[in-house]
């Protein structure tokens, strides 16, 4: 279940199980809104002993809707609940305005001219004071930034109720993020959205923007509520929507099967069955980047790990290395024939390599020799002048490694696109920006960041979340990055398809950083490997 939905994608998803008559409408809705009352007490669940009052902010659409269902809900359970409405009760769509009838002969529904949160809410009286605030304002429906005075009147009860006094809570989206990007749509603020949210509930599955850009900052925690859409007809909808959905990004998760050694298919290994990872390295005083990468490589599993060094930094590498084997390099000529031996079938060129031609002629040589490739950091940088000359060696074993910065520079109109603050919904996302990135230069690419987006040209993207439970922020430690390039080399080496080796990567990647926790540096990613891959079974 690992799937993130477009909001198109997901209205997509709906309409297939109505048109085939399974469920409707009210029905979906009422699950939602039941989804989110379940998961409310699930997830805090002093709030059953705590004052039994809450606010409920609906909007124009479905997402109001939903609240309408949460507000009767929870009545149901002795809460004092209040709905404010933000629009028309007549111009509801007709689920939406179902709930709402149905809500308005059972309790108050305060139309928005009328939101005195100043005078109603918070003054003396602590009876009054909410406990929770459930966010029904937009969902995926959101297409551009909040109205003034809605917005206005948002700030307001947040300062009124600062971040512990209350549980924020938000039905499917926090209003104003859009769901496609988890890019706040709020040009005037800066992408300040109103409110914070503790918990963000959504349906189904999760959607791109719960885990995208600012997603997990404003959602708080997420759930996913089950609406039951996977049964039955929606096996017949996705047969028919197979071309929509074929598209559609997913969480990156490890190849437990290709990570595992030997086993009974294959009971005896020879070292070269798992390769030979070759990592180039700078000049003295700068090879410690290449060293993290190759023991990375050969912890992942390669066979057999080379680091290949300028002459006058092979006493420094030789101090260090063991189990890593060491060759002397002093460029793209000696790089050449170092190839000709044809067991070394992966190569990491880019960590502390240095900047300029050399670099250039050496990524060239190394493009030129068709081998499975991972390009990182300087091997990036140095084409920052001219982009078309690296993409015009690229080929489909190739992997491109770019952090943010180096991603600019090498595609630096794509970059601009994702940096303009986005005023209409849905917005450009990372991984459009990714996928148009891999389109262009013929090979995968990782764009990474907490959420990291793997894209491979003409493929579906894979997105690594390092937020929610999986947040890693240990990770942002000097030499993670050329860890990393060496894990996707060593799974390179051992025969893993580029975009399979990245998945597992990253995921090990971050595993390795969470069971380490506290204090960890680069190099003791490598070493909690070991930990990471038994845990999976591997
Ligand atoms: N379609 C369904 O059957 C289900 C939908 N569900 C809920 O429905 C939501 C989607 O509903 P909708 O498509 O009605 O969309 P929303 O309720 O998110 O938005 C409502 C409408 O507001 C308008 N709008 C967009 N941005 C605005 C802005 N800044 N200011 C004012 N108006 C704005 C749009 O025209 C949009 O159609 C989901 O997020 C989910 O909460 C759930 O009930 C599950 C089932
Ligand atoms: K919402």
Aim: net charge negative; hydrophobic share 40%; charged share 25%.
């Amino acid at each position: 279940m690992t799937d993130l939905l477009t909001s198109a994608q997901m209205r997509a998803i709906e309409q297939a199980a109505f048109d085939s008559g399974e469920v409707t409408g009210a029905e979906l809705m009422e699950r939602a809104g039941q989804g989110v009352v379940d998961a409310v007490f699930e997830v805090f669940p002093k709030l059953q002993d705590s004052r039994p009052v809450a606010l409920v902010l609906c909007g124009p659409g479905n997402n109001g809707g939903d609240g309408f269902v949460i507000a009767r809900l929870l009545s149901e359970r002795g809460w004092r609940t209040e709905c404010y409405l933000y629009g028309d009760p007549a111009r509801l769509p007709p689920d939406a305005k179902a709930n709402h009838d149905r809500w308005a002969g059972m309790g108050t529904v305060v139309p928005f001219g009328d939101w005195r949160f100043s005078l109603r809410w918070g003054y003396g009286d602590a009876e009054e004071t909410p406990s929770l605030i459930v966010d029904a304002l937009f969902g995926t429906g959101l297409t551009r930034p909040l109205a003034d005075d809605l917005d206005k009147a948002l700030r307001e009860l947040d300062t009124r109720f600062p971040e512990g006094t209350v549980r924020r809570v938000a039905v499917d989206a926090p209003s104003g993020l859009c769901m496609d990007s988890g890019r706040p749509i709020d040009p005037d603020h800066d992408g300040e959205l109103p409110s914070r949210q503790d918990l963000t509930i959504s349906f189904h599955r999760l959607k791109r923007g719960h885990v995208l850009a600012n997603g997990p900052e404003w959602c708080g925690q997420v759930r996913v509520a089950d609406i039951g859409l996977d049964q039955g007809a929606l096996r017949l909808a996705r047969e028919r929507l197979r071309e929509d959905l074929s598209d559609m990004a997913a969480l990156a998760k490890p190849d437990i099967y290709f990570l595992r050694k030997g086993g009974e298919e294959y009971p005896i290994a020879h070292k070269y069955d798992y390769g030979h990872a070759l990592v180039l390295s700078g000049g003295p005083g700068r090879s410690g980047a290449a060293r993290l990468a190759a023991r990375a490589a050969l912890r992942v599993g390669a066979g057999l790990v080379s680091v290949a060094a300028p002459g006058t930094a092979m006493a420094e590498c030789a101090a260090h290395l063991t189990s890593v084997m060491l060759r002397r390099c002093n460029g793209a000529s000696d790089l050449g024939v170092l190839l000709e031996d044809d067991r070394l079938n992966a190569l990491c060129l880019g960590p502390g390599l240095g900047l300029g031609a050399a670099t250039r002629d050496m990524v060239v040589t190394a493009l030129g020799s068709r081998r499975r490739c991972v390009l990182d950091a300087d091997a990036l940088t140095s084409f920052a002048d001219q982009p078309p000359t690296l993409f015009a060696h690229l080929h489909s074993k190739v992997v491109l490694t770019p952090h943010t910065g180096e991603f600019a520079r090498l595609f630096p109109d794509i970059w601009e696109r994702l940096s303009r603050q986005p005023e209409r919904g849905p917005a450009y996302s990372r991984i459009e920006a990714a996928q148009e990135a891999a389109a262009r230069a013929g090979c995968t690419v990782l764009l990474k960041g907490p959420d990291s987006v793997i894209a491979e040209p003409g493929g579906r993207a894979l997105v690594h979340a390092a937020s929610y439970d999986r947040a890693a922020p240990w990770l942002a430690t000097a030499g993670s990055g050329d860890v990393l390039a060496g894990m996707i080399t060593g799974l390179l080496a051992r025969g893993f398809w580029p975009v399979r080796a990245v998945e597992s990567a990253t995921w090990m990647h971050v595993e390795a950083a969470r069971s380490f926790g506290p204090g960890l540096i680069a190099e003791d990613l490598p070493e909690a490997l070991p930990g990471v891959l038994s845990s999976l079974g591997a």
